[in-house]
């Protein structure tokens, strides 16, 4: 999945008790070509989850997470469907298709919130205008973002207060 061909997002993972959706940007290669979100050895979404939830994240397989994550009330999408970039900067993201967001927040009857991972995945904000839902900006869990875990982890306890 490398190169600059198209790219496209997975699937939601979402039950209807969720009460924080997660969103993304588009993954990256090494997610792609896992076929798991954060699939990134650096990518830091794993150990913050798991620090927030309590949850042993780190330990389990990808399954496995996924199923401790919507336990904890987490679902996770993207905001870009599909999209043409070369490797897996933000930056390099063109002829974006967006994600249905709020056809997805609304099929969440117990959603809470919903927290965008970067500054790429917070600029589709704009879809959920009107819905009764806290809007949270994350610092990136990507490890292109270079801010210190510590301080990514200070923002991202904000989530603890929905699940």
Not at 75 to 92: E, K, M, N, Q
Not at 105 to 121: D, E, H, I, K, M
């Amino acid at each position: 999945m490398s190169g600059e061909g198209a790219k496209s997002c997975f699937p939601p993972v979402a039950r209807p008790d969720a009460r924080v959706l997660v969103l993304g940007s588009l993954p990256g290669d090494a997610s792609l070509q896992a076929g798991q979100y954060y699939a990134h050895p650096r990518n830091q979404f794993w150990p913050l989850m798991q620090a927030i939830t309590g949850r042993p994240l780190a330990e389990l397989a990808y399954a496995e997470r996924l199923e401790a994550l919507q336990q904890a009330g987490v679902a996770l999408w993207d905001v870009i469907a599909s999209a043409r970039r070369r490797g897996s900067l933000d930056a390099d993201i063109r002829d974006q298709q967006a994600n249905d967001l709020r056809e997805l927040a609304q099929s969440l009857p117990r959603l809470r919130a919903v927290a965008f991972n970067g500054a790429t995945a917070a600029r589709a904000a704009g879809q959920l205008d009107g819905l009764a839902l806290d809007i949270l900006a994350l610092p990136s869990s990507s490890p292109a973002h270079t801010l210190a875990f510590d301080r990514k982890l200070e923002v991202w306890r904000q989530l603890g207060r929905y699940l």
